[in-house]
């Protein structure tokens, strides 16, 4: 018997040892494997979480709230998309009343962030700054809006009676919007001498 374990004494600690070492071997790329997965599961969750942060950044630098008042089946507080228009709005209130003067509204006009859509009776005073077209002001002059204003605002510039003020509109529509204040000069009827007086009085913006 001590001849038997003699003669194989030597295989069996070299046995041992690899049994060890294998052992080592598997558990060690184990550990690796899973530090592995943990860190990509960390790099997944940091740049699938950066674009969604992004994201409702931009949602809420896109938001747009406005102000519906006047004759409206339902005014109050909307939201809005930057896309979107008056007539989007007044639809959305549940449109004119009956006595909703719509002449004195420009429904093409775009949405902007707290702005006040006012929608007047027929035969109110509007008031001299409509609230639906935002202006520039300039040393507490307003300035009239020539890509939005209605005919009644554009009557309210120097020099601008019935007959330029539908040019103008009309112009509008069938060009586009201005693209700076001296394009007023290609309507019918509105020339150097013109522009010269309403050129403060006006902005495109």
Not at 111 to 130: A, F, L
Not at 160 to 178: N, T
């Amino acid at each position: 018997m001590r001849k038997i374990v003699e003669q194989y004494k030597f295989p069996l600690i070299v046995i041992g040892i690899l049994a060890v070492a294998f052992y080592l071997f598997v558990n060690n790329s184990h550990d690796e494997i899973n530090d592995s997965n943990e860190f990509s599961n960390t790099f997944i969750e940091k740049e699938t979480g950066k674009p969604q942060e992004e994201k409702e950044s931009s949602n809420e630098l896109s938001r747009i709230v406005v102000d519906v008042k006047g004759e409206v089946m339902n005014p109050g507080i909307y939201e809005a998309r930057p896309d979107e228009r008056i007539q989007d709005l007044i639809t959305r209130a549940g449109g004119f009343k009956k006595k909703a003067d719509q002449s004195k509204v420009n429904l093409a006009q775009k949405i902007k962030d707290e702005m006040v859509i006012y929608v007047p009776k027929i035969g109110e005073k509007t008031p001299d700054i409509s609230l639906n077209s935002p202006t520039d002001s300039v040393d507490g002059t307003e300035k009239v809006n020539i890509n939005n204003a209605t005919s009644e605002q554009l009557q309210t510039i120097s020099g601008i009676g019935p007959a330029k003020a539908a040019a103008i509109i009309e112009y509008r529509e069938k060009q586009g919007l201005f693209k700076r204040i001296e394009d007023i000069k290609n309507v019918t009827g509105i020339g150097d001498k013109t522009f010269e007086k309403l050129k403060d009085a006006i902005t495109v913006d």
